[in-house]
């Protein structure tokens, strides 16, 4: 039997709007570049066929320019392209997917219920699209039964990992797809790549966004290429992003002035560079009086980053003058102190974490 190959992508989320941090538009560019990536591996691997399991766009923000951009790519490819719509471009008759103007090779599965597409003799794919509404579970009742090697292609979530905050759309389980006689789902709708398996027979699969959406995603952001041969599948995680996104805590412990501020900033933003998009979240106990300016910290260093989105979380103390208060907060000030000026090696972070404590701080060392 031949070898059959097939890059499977899903979750570009082209047009997405980013709200976390500045960097927005470059973001999105960014997302096109990957669409981009993904069509040259299948086209330096020389696959037989481009499977994608949803949200490659936005249907709200998505129109013309990026049916166009999509369309292009897809047609660049040239192979048989199967699109299984997802939660965030679902078929419709005014879905992108539906123009007159989509490439031949492209074959969309337009309707909640599974249909066949063979790929050569010894392989077939099944899709399942989801239209507007919530299309149930995919795999409740599904029977694959084709000779060769059975490819379940869906825009789903497992619901054996869903992650946090994550919404479960067209949900499965393992045993389902295993009950479906599928040799392996092919799936998108979680950002960050996984593999599940049978055993030593992967069943489920995710490639990941091939560039990270949304902050602390976790798992492979790219594409999977899948082998199949003799029925068997095997399937090699291909990373694609170029983006990051960060959330970095910096302590300013002890800072008193601006000075110290910024040297520490620095060093601490010192790894990173214009792919990278970061959350910074500054902490610590810092002098009464120390500026801690927005402004300026943006126009030193967001230049040489993606973007950069500032919280400012520190504790501003005098701990001589708090060490006169006639309090609990003042004597225990007062003792840890003492401590710290006599050589004690844990007073000066005990001193720290008691004034954030009494200020309603975060504790975070």
Request: hydrophobic share 45%; glycine share 10%.
């Amino acid at each position: 039997m031949a070898t059959t190959t097939i890059v499977h992508a899903a979750d570009v989320h082209l047009e997405t709007a980013f709200t976390e941090v500045r960097g927005g538009a470059r973001r999105r560019a960014a997302l096109a570049d990957a669409f981009a990536r993904i069509v040259d591996l299948a086209l330096e691997r020389r696959a037989d066929a481009l499977t994608i399991g949803g949200d490659l766009y936005e249907a709200e923000r998505a129109g013309p320019q990026t049916a166009r951009f999509m369309f292009a790519q897809l047609a660049r490819f040239g192979g048989p392209v199967f699109v299984a719509p997802g939660n965030h471009d679902p078929y419709s008759s005014r879905a992108l997917y539906a123009r007159e103007d989509r490439p031949a090779n492209v074959h969309v599965f337009a309707e909640p219920a599974w249909s066949a597409s063979p790929l050569g003799d010894d392989v077939t794919i099944y899709g399942f699209g989801h239209a507007p509404a919530e299309p149930g579970r995919p795999f409740a009742h599904a029977r694959f039964d084709r000779p060769g090697a059975r490819i379940a292609l869906v825009h789903g979530s497992d619901e054996d990992r869903c992650p946090p905050g994550k919404r479960a759309t067209a949900p499965f389980t393992l045993a389902e797809i295993v009950a479906s006689g599928a040799t392996c789902a092919l799936t998108g709708h979680y950002h960050g790549g996984s593999v599940r398996a049978d055993g030593d027979v992967p069943r489920l699969a995710y490639p990941g966004s091939p560039e990270p959406i949304k902050f602390g995603e976790r798992g492979t952001h790219g594409a999977l290429v899948v082998t199949i041969e003799n029925g068997h599948v095997a399937l090699e995680p291909v990373e694609l992003a170029r983006t990051r996104l960060i959330d970095l805590d910096v302590a300013l412990h002890d800072a008193a002035s601006e000075h110290a501020v910024l040297g520490a900033l620095e060093e601490a933003l010192a790894p990173f560079g214009r792919d990278d998009f970061l959350r910074m979240r500054l902490h610590g106990t810092v002098a009464q009086g120390t500026r801690v300016d927005r402004d300026l910290i943006a126009d030193r260093f967001a230049g040489a980053l993606g973007a950069i989105e500032l919280i400012d979380e520190t504790v501003s103390a005098d701990y001589a003058a708090i060490a006169h208060e006639p309090n609990v907060r003042g004597r225990a000030v007062a003792d840890l102190l003492a401590l710290a000026e006599s050589g004690h090696a844990d007073a000066r972070a005990a001193l720290r974490y008691t004034v954030a404590a009494f200020s309603d701080g975060n504790l975070a060392p």
